[in-house]
């Protein structure tokens, strides 16, 4: 029944079958704010999805939506098949969240802890205790399971954060920066628990994340979300594939007697996106066109700029999202970025200079 | 079926949150201090009867005697003496005259000062009244209206005795207790509805008791709940399969564990410490405190609503505790203050929760003496209950 509605809702997007998570025009308004702002995509059965985005973009609040802690302004939902307004228990049910703030009461030992939030997805004792039991083993917990949260680190917190979301076997995954605030060794624990957990046991899993690398390395799809709006969705590879195949080109450049008006005569380059200064002798430069190196080499040598070395890069991830959320960019989004759901990502955007 | 989850999830949810509490060592600590130092200030602050002790007195005796005798001072000073050891009420020292009198009240040695002037004896000899004169220290009202009273119960009662003696000498068939129904045809006798002295304990122990465990629910629900919705753990029941209600009424009941054990406290307190005892139902004082605790959770429920973090809750918390604290009759009796003030105390409903206790506990009224007050509290809870419910609802889910 629900999915009719949703089909009805989704004219002109083709609906696989195998979507676990449909969004339509999904937006929130904070009165004037409006911190999530139509954003519509899908999600297919075990797929790790990642908003990619910086603070504030409205990661969070879209996770929120989704997981039934807010009410959207406009537009629908559906998680396997369930409204996320009018069925939210039905909703809760498949899901687990890992929001940005700890889940944890800190007086509360691991397992009591583990036992609360079980209970309350009415899990029966001997189910709750194994699993209780197999979820601590699985992070390594088990010999805290009796030691109040309080009392642990925060990369143990974490884990067992996530173990608490895990309780429920959750068809799908909310994680909103998981790897926040971590030490690299614990970050790297928390990803391959997550890529496990995926491939284990199929679970969807929705990411947020501000750290490229973590997107990269993790999501087979990405949504690059900035003010509000998706500007971007599709895999790693595809993303920065745009980025080549829209003719721009990446260099970093160290000039030994580099100065600001030397950046400044590169900026106004015609062929320049994007110039960013890396440290006191290095910068990286966007540009597109078959003479943008000669122009820039050009340039440099007019000022009498000296050029130690030169490289032709590949573009990252960060690349793309400076490529993409640049400030003329976000300017004119509305009119020159293609549809989430284009499958060939921005081949449309605008190259006028940057900054 | 689904009301049975929502009473197990409650549980589980009061659980936790007891848990959390017991094993905060000093907020425990904290507990159980708050209602001993409410009880000792409001109690040890107020006057009370026998509060009054060893005040500082100075005595000139000018008493110039008449005929070489000085028996009408004599007397006095017996009878004052003997009285005083009694009592205790009275530290005298002599002092030579008037002056000497005044100077030690400037000096603050004395609190005021009795003074036999120099024809006592000879106007009680010769057949007049003896005046006898109270100095009082004007920058004391409190200590001197208090001395003022007790000097005077003294004389009148030595009055008393040397007019019974007179009616005797007049007429020696008259026997002592017609004398003195003679000399004082009214006596007075104050007699309690029920008997046994009271105390300023008596009339603010309810008070307290029902103020404590009515406040944790009305302070502690908004500021237990927008505690977790910042450290970010209501999320965590808020996406669990449960109706959200449980989630308020476990908060509920854990909060009126609470109160309920402080208000324990202060019962066992009370009747350690000053002696009260309860006259009415022991069950009905609990039932009465859950009643108090029923009436206001919705109100309780209604500010969490509105409180968007800790520190709103706790200022809203504070603005409306401190008035209901004084105008619910809970320190001070309602009938001192003026009207409008009164009929402020009259929509609270911790003034009915107080007075209803206060019937049961120091007058041994049973329920049917309390009718009105009941009334007044069941459909304060439930009128804020049914408005609290849909508010909370809507506001879990901005």
Redesign the interface.
């Given at each position: 029944m629900l999915r009719y509605i949703a089909v009805v809702h989704n004219e002109g997007v083709a609906l696989n079958n195998e979507s676990i998570i449909v969004v339509q025009n999904l937006t929130k308004a904070f009165g004037d704010f409006v911190a999530v702002d139509n954003v519509t995509f899908d999600m297919k059965k075990g797929e790790i999805f990642g908003l990619l985005g910086p603070n504030g973009a409205g990661k969070s609040t879209t996770i929120r939506m989704l997981?039934?802690?807010?009410?959207p302004t406009k537009g629908t939902a559906t998680i396997g098949g369930f409204d996320v307004v009018k069925q939210d228990?039905?909703v809760?049910?498949l899901?687990?969240?890992v929001?940005?703030?700890?889940?944890?009461?800190n007086?509360?030992t691991a397992r009591?802890n583990l036992w609360?939030?079980g209970?309350?997805?009415?899990m029966q004792k001997e189910e709750l205790n194994r699993r209780i039991d197999e979820l601590l083993e699985l992070v390594q917990l088990t010999k805290w399971g009796k030691a109040?949260v309080g009392t642990f680190s925060s990369g143990m917190k974490q884990k067992m954060n996530i173990i608490?979301a895990l309780l429920n076997m959750p068809q799908v995954l909310f994680l909103d920066e998981p790897t926040l605030g971590l030490d690299p060794q614990s970050t790297v624990e928390i990803r391959e628990f997550i890529r496990k957990l995926n491939q284990e046991q199929n679970t969807t899993i929705l990411i947020t994340t501000h750290m490229m690398v973590e997107a990269d390395l993790l999501c087979d799809r990405i949504g690059i979300i900035d003010h509000g709006k998706i500007v971007a969705l599709d895999t790693s590879t595809n993303l920065k594939n745009a980025i080549s195949g829209a003719n721009t080109t990446i260099f970093t450049l160290e000039i030994a007697n580099l100065t600001p008006d030397l950046l400044a005569t590169l900026r106004a380059l015609k062929c320049v996106e994007t110039v960013s200064q890396e440290n006191s002798s290095h910068i990286k430069i966007h540009a597109h066109g078959d003479d943008a190196f000669d122009s820039i080499i050009d340039a440099v040598r007019a000022k009498n700029g000296n050029v130690v070395s030169m490289q032709n890069i590949q573009p990252t991830l960060e690349d793309v999202f400076l490529h993409i959320t640049g400030r003329e960019v976000r300017d004119t989004a509305d009119q020159k970025i293609p549809l989430a759901e284009h499958r060939h990502g921005f081949g449309g955007v605008s190259r006028g200079r940057r900054r | 079926m689904r009301g049975k989850?929502l009473m197990s999830?409650s549980l589980?949810i009061a659980?936790?949150d007891l848990?959390?509490l017991f094993?905060?060592r000093l907020g425990l600590v904290m507990l159980v201090l708050m209602p001993i130092f409410m009880m000792a200030m409001v109690g040890f602050i107020f006057p009370s009867n026998n509060s009054l002790n060893h005040v500082p007195v100075a005595l000139a005796n000018q008493d110039a005697g008449f005929g070489g005798s000085t028996v009408g001072s004599q007397v006095f000073l017996t009878v004052l003496n003997g009285i005083n050891d009694q009592t205790g009420m009275l530290d005298i020292s002599n002092v030579t005259n008037l002056d000497a009198l005044k100077e030690s009240v400037q000096r603050g040695d004395v609190q005021g000062g009795i003074v036999i002037p120099s024809n006592f004896t000879q106007c009680i000899l010769s057949g007049q009244q003896g005046t006898l004169i109270i100095m009082t220290d004007n920058s004391n009202p409190q200590v001197s209206a208090a001395m003022q009273g007790a000097l005077t119960a003294v004389f009148q009662q030595m009055g008393t005795m040397l007019a019974q003696q007179n009616v005797i000498a007049l007429n020696p068939a008259i026997n002592a207790t017609s004398a003195l129904a003679i000399v004082q045809p009214y006596n007075v006798e104050v007699e309690g509805v029920v008997s046994g002295h009271s105390s300023y304990f008596d009339f603010i122990a309810p008070g307290i008791m029902a103020m404590t465990v009515m406040m944790s629910v009305m302070t502690g629900l908004p500021a237990a709940i927008s505690q977790e919705k910042e450290?970010?753990?209501l999320?965590?029941?808020?996406?669990?399969?449960?109706n959200r209600l449980s989630i308020i009424v476990g908060k509920t009941l854990a909060q009126t564990a609470r109160g309920l054990l402080q208000g324990v406290l202060i019962l066992i307190l009370a009747s350690v410490l000053f002696g009260i005892s309860i006259q009415g139902s022991i069950l009905l004082v609990f039932g009465l405190l859950l009643l108090g605790v029923f009436s206001f959770v919705g109100l309780g429920v209604v500010l969490t609503s509105f409180a968007k973090d800790q520190e709103t809750a706790m200022m809203v918390m504070m603005t409306l505790m401190f008035p209901m604290m004084f105008l619910s009759g809970v320190f001070f009796p309602v009938q001192q203050m003026p009207w409008y003030m009164q009929s402020i105390s009259k929509v609270l409903p911790l003034t009915y929760a107080a007075d209803a206790l206060r019937k049961v506990m120091v007058l041994g009224a049973g329920i049917p003496q309390i009718t009105t007050e009941l009334a007044v509290l069941i459909t304060f809870g439930l009128v804020m209950i049914a408005i609290a419910v849909p508010v909370f609802k809507r506001a879990m889910?901005?």
């Open positions: 997981s039934t802690l807010t009410r228990n039905e809760r049910k899901i687990g969240i929001s940005e703030k700890m889940i944890m009461y007086r509360l009591e609360f939030f209970n309350l997805f009415g109040q608490r | 989850a999830n589980r659980w936790k848990m959390e094993r905060n450290v970010g753990t999320d965590g029941m808020m996406v669990a399969p449960i889910t901005r």
